[in-house]
């Protein structure tokens, strides 16, 4: 089983930033792959960015790629999502995932964290 808890939400103003956490526990290396969703009210649930644990390659979305940055800390077994330049668009509840490099779904979640931009 892998543990994830995110934090760092909140409300902030059109073109501002914000620092969200993955914080990872259990057995986190059977799950090289780590993602950001977010999901807005009254729409489905979208990709926003990934990262390996092993390698640190990272994949974006193309509505937040130059302004989000996805990275990790292995000693802390965090993954970071910085985003700036936020867009009223950014707006709603993020949520990290992991599985393992073969899967092709995402098999653990976090309970989410609000992001509300406002504009």
């Known amino acids: 089983q892998v543990q994830l808890v995110e934090s760092g939400g909140g409300l902030v103003q059109a073109g501002g930033s914000l620092r969200l956490s993955c914080a990872a526990s259990?057995?986190?290396?059977?799950?090289?792959?780590i993602g950001w969703f977010r999901q807005a009210p009254g729409k489905e649930r979208e990709f926003v960015a990934a990262?390996?644990?092993?390698?640190?390659?990272?994949s974006y979305a193309d509505s937040v790629k130059d302004r989000f940055t996805i990275s990790r800390d292995m000693a802390k077994r965090t993954i970071y999502l910085q985003m700036s330049s936020l867009k009223p668009e950014d707006t709603g509840v993020y949520s990290c995932a992991s599985r393992p490099g073969w899967a092709p779904d995402y098999t653990y979640w976090g309970q989410g964290t609000q992001v509300t931009v406002s504009s």
């Open positions: 259990g057995r986190t290396m059977n799950t090289n792959h």
């Open positions: 990262i390996t644990w092993i390698g640190g390659s990272t």
